[in-house]
């Protein structure tokens, strides 16, 4: 890998490789994503329909006003008015933004280094880190806002000129910031001040004064024209009083609620502690986690020497972190922000790091291939297809086994080599999970051609969570049912003329105890939430297939047609 042509084709290649990953099985039911998907569809859906971009409309219960509505118009927009109504329609935006912001890192990354491969090294350490995977794809807020959020540090950082503007580029960091708040939250505006105030401060050497005679106004126009921005939601809704109460009040406000135990309890112990927040940073990179940790280990180490472009990203990411530790809800996502600048930082550091380091990467990345095998095998045997998966699928695993194997054997080759390997761990994954959307994981056509234009219920274990129902039976009137009420196939029977019910894998239909219904079709579904004691059994007795995959039903009653009793709507997914 000496040769710089036969590099850069690498890097090319890998680049490639990475658009590929992205893209690959974006229409997937069961891509990592985050619940949060299906209110957000439920409230674009709805909206559309209204043929009006506000008030946003949902027929959830404290559920309308829950982000401000430049998503929901993001997918209105990119289905045509609901028109197009399709998985991949709603989350291609934010691959696109995605690779934007990969882009940004690989022109900052060539320009503060002077070599194009910490540029490529930057872009990919990005899209390899697994939160950039899980919420950079999904119909979420987290891709656009982490984008229009490091744009303005990136135009800062990229043309060193723009800190000497006073009006015009502030002026373009604010709608910047501004397009962010109308994605996600004027929340935002904390970190982004802070992070501006250090990034001018740190230009003047720390000479407040200065900074406050040459800078503070600029940092006071940006944050200005970005609230301004915000508040147009006020202006243009019909109902500014709701936007009040149900998103600034409830989801904002609200996030300083300890909801139990006092603010310093939840700082100090538990599940959203200042502890847990700061392995975040880790958690986040995912199967680059150990090359994370060498980079904030030779960032202490080397303090004393870190260039001024470092020190800058170090202040954006400290900026983001001590942000979100005020609220008493402090969760990784929060952190996504700062991804970015921690992959172009591992990029300036890459030659730094232990090649130690590198090496258990891949390790883990192989221990990874290896159980994803063995599972591709397990489920093969247990769905009884020996074509389940196609020649390609396996032909992938050995050829990401092969380079994994050479980037240990060849010290040259073992960095330009970790991310790529990250990215085919990733794309392994996604294609594992390809044979259940395209064959066992949907209705037939026939079945689908039954539920147009009928009453189907569900089951439901999160907000909205039937949404996903809509792309499986379209036309169909999906409504949902509350999974944890463990209503039996009788008890459904006499609720609702056209059901969904989820079965254990090896269960029989013929014994679910209702003569009354027949079978309209079935498929297989990965379970997304499991119980504590399930947990166990799956890792420590091996139950892995018994609490992950199940069986889901449809099934037509043939008692008299009924529509859905009044006193049934309290046991609906809202």
């Not at 691959?95 to 990354?109: D, E, K, Q, S």
């Not at 397009?179 to 929340?187: G, H, M, P």
């Not at 006499?494 to 027949?518: K, M, N, T």
């Amino acid at each position: 890998m000496a040769n710089p042509a036969r590099l850069l084709v690498w890097y090319v290649c890998a680049i490639l490789l990475a658009v590929c990953t992205y893209f690959y099985g974006l229409d997937s039911q069961f891509i990592p994503k985050n619940g949060d998907e299906y209110p957000y569809e439920h409230i674009t859906r709805l909206t559309a329909a209204s043929g009006e971009w506000l008030p946003l409309q949902s027929q959830l219960d404290n559920m309308r006003n829950t982000k401000p509505p430049l998503l929901f118009w993001q997918g209105i927009a990119s289905t045509h008015g609901g028109q197009h109504w399709t998985l991949w329609d709603l989350r291609y935006p934010s691959v696109i933004y995605t690779l934007l912001t990969a882009a940004m890192l690989f022109l900052l990354g060539w320009k503060l280094s002077a070599q194009i491969e910490t540029g490529f090294i930057a872009a990919l350490a990005f899209l390899a880190f697994f939160t950039t995977y899980r919420f950079g794809r999904p119909f979420l807020t987290n891709a656009p806002e982490v984008f229009w959020l490091f744009l303005p540090f990136f135009v800062l950082l990229y043309w060193r000129q723009t800190f000497q503007s006073r009006f015009i580029i502030p002026v373009l960091l604010g709608i910047s910031i501004g397009i962010a708040f109308l994605y996600k939250s004027f929340a935002l505006g904390l970190p982004v001040t802070l992070g501006l105030c250090g990034w001018y401060l740190q230009q003047r050497q720390y000479r407040v004064l200065a900074f406050i005679k040459q800078d503070a106004l600029k940092v006071f126009i940006s944050l200005s024209v970005a609230v301004a921005m915000f508040a147009l939601w006020f202006a243009l809704d019909p109902d500014p009083q709701a936007v009040w109460k149900e998103f600034v009040v409830g989801e904002n406000v609200g996030k300083f609620d300890p909801h139990g135990p006092s603010y310093l309890a939840k700082l100090l112990w538990g599940g959203s502690s200042v502890w847990t927040f700061t392995a975040a940073f880790l958690t986040n990179a995912g199967l680059l986690t150990l090359i994370v940790i060498a980079l904030f280990v030779v960032a202490f180490q080397n303090r004393h020497k870190m260039s001024g472009e470092q020190r800058l990203l170090w202040i954006w990411v400290a900026a983001l972190f001590f942000s979100f530790c005020l609220p008493s809800q402090r969760s990784g996502r929060y952190l996504l922000a700062a991804m970015p600048a921690v992959a172009l930082l591992c990029a300036l550091d890459w030659q730094r790091i232990s090649r130690k380091v590198f090496v258990a990467t891949l390790v883990l990345c192989g221990v990874l291939l290896l159980g994803l095998t063995l599972l591709a095998v397990r489920l093969q045997s247990e769905i009884g297809d020996a074509h389940l998966f196609p020649s390609s699928f396996w032909l992938l695993l050995i050829g990401s086994g092969i380079l994994l194997l050479a980037a240990i054997v060849f010290p040259s080759f073992t960095r330009p080599a970790v991310n790529v390997v990250a990215l085919l761990v990733l794309l392994s994954f996604a294609a594992f999970l390809r044979p259940l959307d395209d064959r066992l994981a949907n209705y037939s056509s026939g079945a689908q051609r039954y539920a147009q234009g009928r009453i189907v219920a569900v089951p439901c274990n999160f907000r909205a969570h039937d949404e996903g129902h809509r792309f499986l039976l379209p036309g169909a009137n999906i409504v949902g049912y509350q999974e944890g009420l463990n209503l039996s196939v009788p008890q459904l029977a006499e609720r609702y003329s056209l059901f969904a019910v989820q079965l254990p894998l090896q269960s029989s239909v013929a014994g679910s105890g209702c003569a009354e219904c027949r079978v309209v079709g079935q498929r297989l579904d990965i379970r997304g939430r499991q119980s504590d004691e399930e947990l166990r059994d799956m890792f420590f007795h091996g139950r892995f297939f018994e609490h992950l995959f199940v069986r889901e039903v449809l099934m037509a009653s043939s008692v008299t047609p009924k529509q859905i009793p009044p006193h049934t709507l309290a046991e609906m997914c809202r």
